[in-house]
């Protein structure tokens, strides 16, 4: 093992032998990767107890293979499909699914949505880098309005779908939205999102120079940090403004923390209930 | 364990319903589905007998979650199951591939109806047979039943669980809609009767290692199963022996293929079931699967009636297919007669099988109604 790595305290919480990391210089992966670490490292969580799930494309990779857990690296955009299974099948493990925004909104938009209404205590970190990154650079439905992608080479005409309101909406017990310049106020959202019974999102805005960056005036990484902090706004703030002020800027902060019934509780509580009705509950 | 269900001892029951105790039976405890004619009586029983027997049933919000919860289910540790029809199979077949490519037991019920797309969704059809054995993209294998009475519908819901769990596949059970909805005399054994098969789990740390290895020499590695510290990874990516990703070196991927075909067809003979009728002697051979034969029995006896020596094989596993099997068939009769519901698919991996050895016709029926033993009966005669 190259002597850098046993220099990173989190080292012990990665698999070795997939380093370095096939992330680009100055991509955000990495950081999302060592909030996850400190996050887990700080509520003393044993890996053991932890399965990591995750759908394709680059963010995608920050769970597997680099996370040292149980890892299941499933088809794109389904990953929150498989963690329901692997939750309900170990209801006592922590399941986090960590994913970027093309696969876990895009394709994978409607799993997304239920399992927030169905609040299964599942964590997800959502990547949102407004592109489709591994692929080449294609539009996501995060992208910004006016932005240049290879699939948008003029420019983008759609509008980006925001993914932490819609979730809170949805029904999540927690979601909250941080940038990857935010990273000791990220660390404590991913703390949050783990310890909270219910559905939990955080998403993380994250820059891609390479392919969102780089066409769009910001190829230097960061440029793109200081475009999240110089645009982002706190969600109290935000509330207070009008809606055409808050266009192209990255409201932050939690935006639900609340308990509701947990669907796994629920499902084991429905199973208790029938067998007490049918007598079948032993005594 | 009490079952919500008369054991040892028959029932009059639907297709659905068998196969719904069936899979409680097999020890199945995770159900994941989606609602789809004709297949929903199977979740609606799961949905009643679940929590009696501490399993879990759930909607999933599409046939693509469906599958993908009770994939994520296994790797938990549960035997797993989940059913659809036509269009949610074919929603299915991506998830189908990764459940071939990381080894993963599970069982999908596939409850045949008239297609291309809605098609006739009331009706039966037996137009899936490809879509079960070659739906998924990339080369694979996997183990396709199918069944043609209530009581295969029953016993072959428990084999594939054995066989799901015994060779870490997924194994897709495919019906249609005239066994699923028919009632018929159903024998439910007690648990005592039943022989069932768990799946191997890892004996020490270095099989753990070995998530996609071959530590046995059967070509089927045990399953390090999430939570239990093993630190497993599984990816739908070309992975080695331990489960790490190596997408471009050409070995590997022909390594991890090659076994995924290997355990499966190095025990093909056990797999592979079928059963004939009159077919000693014969000179006319049908050879059906599913509902069809049912009809093709008859038939069979209404031409040995004529002087015809006729006689049936009918194939209880579509896949593997006995290809060996149909050419020697093909050297001992003069004609071979494919009667199935669709515009001919069996016929092709059977006229595959006989290799010229034999002519093959097929008898095909579309539309939403069983062959009539009588329209079988008129091709052979003419």
């Given at each position: 093992m190259p002597e850098i790595y046993s220099k990173y305290p989190m080292i012990k919480y990665l698999r070795k032998e997939a380093l370095p990391t096939a992330l680009c210089p100055g991509c955000g992966g990495g950081t999302v990767l060592n909030a996850f670490a400190n996050a887990v490292d700080q509520l003393k969580i044993?890996?053991?107890?932890?399965?990591?799930?995750?759908?394709?494309?680059?963010?995608?990779?920050?769970?597997?293979?680099?996370?040292?857990?149980?890892?299941?690296?499933?088809?794109?955009?389904?990953?929150?499909?498989?963690?329901?299974?692997?939750?309900?099948?170990?209801?006592?493990?922590?399941?986090?699914?960590?994913?970027?925004?093309?696969?876990?909104a895009s394709?994978?938009?409607?799993?997304?949505?239920?399992?927030?209404?169905?609040?299964?205590?599942?964590?997800?970190?959502?990547?949102?880098?407004?592109?489709?990154?591994?692929?080449?650079?294609?539009?996501?439905?995060?992208?910004?309005f006016g932005a240049i992608t290879t699939t948008t080479p003029y420019r983008n005409i759609e509008h980006p779908l925001q993914i932490s309101e819609t979730i809170a909406a949805a029904g999540a017990s927690y979601v909250a939205r941080w940038t990857t310049a935010?990273?000791?106020?990220?660390?404590?959202?991913?703390?949050?999102?783990?310890?909270?019974?219910?559905?939990?999102?955080?998403?993380?805005?994250?820059?891609?120079?390479?392919?969102?960056?780089?066409?769009n005036k910001m190829k230097e990484p960061a440029e793109m940090l200081r475009w999240f902090l110089k645009n982002s706004v706190p969600i109290s703030k935000a509330k207070k403004m009008p809606p055409e002020e808050l266009e192209g800027k990255f409201v932050i902060g939690e935006f639900v923390n609340r308990q509701r019934p947990e669907f796994v509780s629920e499902l084991n509580k429905l199973i208790d209930e029938v067998q007490e009705h049918f007598g079948l509950k032993e005594v | 364990m009490r079952y919500p269900f008369p054991v040892g001892k028959s029932d009059f029951i639907q297709g659905d319903e068998a196969i719904a105790r069936a899979a409680i039976l097999a020890g199945c405890r995770f159900y994941a589905g989606y609602p789809i004619t004709p297949a929903s009586e199977i979740f609606e029983a799961m949905a009643l007998y679940m929590p009696l027997v501490d399993g879990v049933s759930i909607q999933m919000e599409d046939e693509i979650a469906s599958i993908a919860a009770i994939i994520g289910a296994s790797w938990a540790g549960a035997k797993a199951m989940t059913a659809t029809s036509g269009p949610g199979f074919s929603l299915m077949q991506e998830n189908?591939?990764?459940?071939?490519?990381?080894?993963?037991?599970?069982?999908?019920?596939?409850?045949?109806?008239?297609?291309?797309?809605?098609?006739?969704?009331?009706?039966?059809?037996?137009?899936?047979?490809?879509?079960?054995?070659?739906?998924?993209?990339?080369?694979?294998?996997?183990?396709?039943?199918?069944?043609?009475?209530?009581?295969?519908?029953?016993?072959?819901?428990?084999?594939?669980?054995?066989?799901?769990?015994?060779?870490?596949?997924?194994?897709?059970?495919?019906?249609?809609?005239?066994?699923?909805?028919?009632?018929?005399?159903?024998?439910?054994?007690?648990?005592?009767?039943?022989?069932?098969?768990?799946?191997?789990?890892?004996?020490?740390?270095?099989?753990?290692?070995?998530?996609?290895?071959?530590?046995?020499?059967?070509?089927?590695?045990?399953?390090?199963?999430?939570g239990k510290g093993y630190r497993t990874y599984v990816t739908g990516l070309t992975h080695d022996e331990r489960g790490r990703p190596r997408t471009v070196e050409r070995e590997v991927h022909e390594r991890l293929i090659k076994r995924i075909f290997r355990k499966i067809l190095d025990h093909k003979d056990e797999i592979i079931s079928y059963d004939e009728f009159m077919l000693e002697d014969a000179e006319i051979a049908i050879v059906t699967t599913g509902i069809v034969s049912r009809s093709a029995v008859r038939a069979v006896k209404m031409l040995r009636e004529k002087g015809v020596k006729a006689g049936l094989l009918k194939l209880n596993t579509i896949w593997p297919f006995d290809f060996d099997y149909i050419e020697e068939l093909a050297e001992r009769v003069r004609k071979i007669y494919v009667p199935e519901m669709n515009l001919g698919q069996l016929y092709h991996l059977v006229k595959e099988g006989a290799n010229g050895k034999a002519e093959v016709e097929l008898i095909a029926k579309i539309g939403g109604e069983v062959h009539t033993p009588m329209e079988i009966v008129e091709r052979v005669v003419g």
């Open positions: 044993d890996p053991r107890d932890l399965v990591v799930v995750s759908g394709i494309g680059c963010s995608a990779w920050i769970a597997s293979p680099y996370f040292l857990a149980d890892t299941l690296h499933t088809t794109h955009g389904r990953a929150i499909a498989f963690a329901t299974g692997v939750k309900v099948g170990l209801p006592d493990k922590k399941v986090v699914v960590i994913s970027g925004d093309g696969d876990l394709i994978g938009g409607n799993h997304l949505l239920h399992a927030a209404r169905r609040n299964i205590d599942i964590t997800v970190i959502l990547v949102n880098n407004f592109i489709y990154g591994m692929t080449g650079g294609q539009v996501a439905p995060t992208t910004p935010h990273v000791y106020q990220l660390i404590e959202s991913i703390k949050k999102a783990l310890q909270v019974k219910g559905f939990s999102l955080v998403e993380v805005i994250s820059q891609c120079p390479v392919q969102f960056g780089r066409r | 189908l591939g990764y459940a071939v490519m990381t080894e993963t037991p599970i069982v999908v019920v596939d409850v045949q109806r008239g297609g291309p797309s809605t098609g006739q969704p009331t009706l039966p059809a037996q137009g899936d047979i490809m879509q079960s054995i070659w739906g998924t993209h990339g080369d694979h294998m996997l183990i396709v039943l199918s069944p043609s009475t209530v009581q295969e519908a029953f016993d072959f819901t428990i084999r594939a669980f054995n066989l799901a769990e015994k060779y870490r596949t997924p194994v897709v059970l495919l019906t249609d809609a005239e066994i699923a909805h028919m009632r018929e005399r159903v024998y439910i054994p007690k648990p005592e009767e039943i022989e069932l098969i768990e799946r191997k789990l890892p004996q020490n740390e270095e099989e753990a290692k070995l998530p996609f290895g071959d530590p046995h020499g059967d070509g089927v590695p045990p399953m390090p199963i999430f």
